[in-house]
């Protein structure tokens, strides 16, 4: 398909202003494995952040998550799959007598000990989403980043990577 440049308004995250943060981060041995995918993001993020557009304009993009108090745009589907990381351990983590708009000072550390994550495991072509975006936007709020993310190959059936669209992935009750 050819490439159509539009301009549009849309809602930015200001990943510039995250830059030292993900330095520091990533310049943590460990902090991704295997080493050289964390060296390989820590110079991605060296080079220079651009804030990223988080949402599209509803006329040229239906597809997408309403924003909330602006119908006019939707957000991108991976910042609200990122967010079921974070939703799954009972974030907010507020008393059981408030709900979420009670207080916007939620406590930043899980009660449970679920979070921050201690491992997480993501393929190699998803790494960015979750070792620059995710952590970002988790700073950002002032949670803390998972404490390690391993970034695996590709599993393969038949030397072809495992696609659900591919249709070769296995079913888990056989």
């Known amino acids: 398909h050819p490439v159509t440049w539009v301009r549009e308004e849309n809602y930015k995250f200001r990943l510039s202003g995250m830059q ?3 330095v ?11 080493d050289f995918r964390r060296r390989e ?3 991605f993020v060296q080079g220079g952040l651009h804030d990223l557009s988080v ?4 006329e040229t993009c239906e597809w997408g998550i309403p924003v909330p108090g602006d119908s006019a745009h939707v957000m991108y589907v991976w910042i609200d799959a990122l967010t079921n990381y974070l939703t799954v351990t009972g974030f907010p983590w507020l008393p059981e007598t408030s709900t979420p708009m009670d207080d916007i000072n939620f406590p930043k550390r899980d009660p449970n ?3 921050p994550a201690t ?3 993501v393929g190699k072509d998803i790494l960015r ?3 620059v975006y995710w952590p970002a936007f988790l700073m950002a709020a002032g949670l803390e980043p998972p404490q390690r993310i391993v970034a695996h190959g590709w599993w393969t059936k038949n030397k072809q990577k495992i696609s659900k669209s591919l249709g070769n992935a296995f079913d888990p009750l056989e």
């Open 24 to 34: 520091a981060y990533l310049s943590r041995p460990g902090s991704v494995l295997p």
């Open 41 to 43: 993001i820590l110079a």
């Open 129 to 131: 989403f979750h070792a």
């Open 55 to 58: 949402s599209r304009a509803k």
């Open 20 to 22: 030292e943060q993900l």
């Open 113 to 115: 000990g679920m979070w």
């Open 119 to 121: 491992m997480q495991f």
